[in-house]
């Protein structure tokens, strides 16, 4: 009669577990790395399209969309880079996507082309992110602590 040790089947179902969790977080990599190297080919088009428009001459406004289409696309990239090194998401990179993305739509539209109604509600998105950008990474601490 063999006697096993009540352990010895919770470690193999452990180390299971951690083969599984290595495999899925392998696989979340790959896909992270494809989506990075996508954004990389859309900032380099983009900028080949704003080279083009810089020589020719264009109107200022295709220039600007340009621009912040490309910085969003930084951010997502930069985004992307923080995942893929800490293996989480930065709740400060999302807030700053979504600011500059929102700034970038209204200044394509024009601000006086907007209805002050869509303005204001606006207006309370983009300080509702700078609150949560200003207080996403505070954490307090319980006295005694």
């Given at each position: 009669?063999t006697?096993q040790?009540p352990?010895?089947e919770s470690?193999?179902?452990?180390?299971r577990?951690h083969a599984?969790?290595s495999?899925?977080?392998?696989?979340?990599d790959l896909?992270v790395?494809?989506?990075c190297?996508?954004?990389?080919?859309?900032?380099?088009?983009?900028?080949v399209?704003l080279g083009?428009?810089?020589v020719r001459?264009t109107?200022?406004?295709?220039?600007?969309a340009?621009?912040?289409?490309?910085?969003?696309l930084?951010?997502?990239?930069?985004?992307l880079q923080?995942y893929?090194?800490?293996?989480?998401?930065?709740?400060?990179?999302m807030?700053e996507?979504g600011?500059?993305?929102?700034?970038?739509e209204v200044?394509?539209t024009?601000?006086?082309?907007v209805d002050?109604r869509?303005?204001?509600?606006?207006?309370?998105?983009?300080l509702?992110?700078g609150?949560?950008l200003?207080?996403?990474g505070?954490?307090?601490?319980?006295?005694g602590d």
């Amino acid at each position: 009669m063999t006697v096993q040790h009540p352990h010895s089947e919770s470690t193999g179902l452990h180390n299971r577990r951690h083969a599984v969790r290595s495999v899925l977080e392998l696989v979340q990599d790959l896909i992270v790395l494809g989506l990075c190297a996508g954004l990389f080919a859309a900032m380099s088009i983009k900028l080949v399209h704003l080279g083009q428009s810089l020589v020719r001459g264009t109107d200022f406004s295709p220039v600007l969309a340009d621009i912040m289409f490309i910085l969003v696309l930084i951010e997502l990239f930069r985004l992307l880079q923080i995942y893929l090194e800490e293996h989480r998401i930065s709740v400060s990179t999302m807030v700053e996507v979504g600011i500059v993305a929102t700034l970038r739509e209204v200044l394509l539209t024009g601000a006086m082309q907007v209805d002050w109604r869509q303005m204001l509600v606006l207006c309370a998105f983009i300080l509702t992110l700078g609150v949560v950008l200003r207080y996403a990474g505070v954490r307090t601490v319980p006295p005694g602590d």
